[in-house]
């Protein structure tokens, strides 16, 4: 199970952090990270952290303004989002998986809604 937080609505130009943390098996874990949706458009990979090493990985739309970190005592990812743009605005979706392939994910959160506004 993964559970959000830290959703809601920034100027342009502001910050917000998101919050994921996995309960239930996480012995396992590979891997964390986030997807988004915005209204009519599709599921844009945000960000992703593998959990041993760290690695990430960033969408080209969010790299240099969003920054994932992890930490292993509480299995909390986090996602920093800097510098917003109106075109962030979307669902946010956790997500998370066993696996450290880069296009397996297993469990998702509710989603979190973030609106940018000018």
């Known amino acids: 199970q993964l559970d959000e937080s830290g959703g809601g609505a920034v100027e342009a130009g502001g910050s917000l952090r998101l919050s994921c943390t996995a309960t239930g098996r996480t012995a396992s874990l590979g891997k964390m990270g986030w997807f988004r949706q915005a209204p009519g458009r599709q599921r844009e990979f945000v960000a992703r952290?593998?959990?041993?090493?760290?690695?990430?990985a960033y969408g080209l739309s969010v790299t240099d303004r969003f920054t994932i970190t992890r930490d292993n005592h509480t299995n909390t990812a986090y996602l920093q989002m800097d510098n917003l743009k109106l075109e962030d605005t979307a669902v946010y979706y956790c997500t998370s998986s066993d696996s450290h392939i880069a296009a397996e994910w297993e469990y998702w959160g509710q989603g979190t809604q973030i609106t940018v506004s000018s």
């Open positions: 952290i593998l959990w041993s090493s760290r690695i990430v």
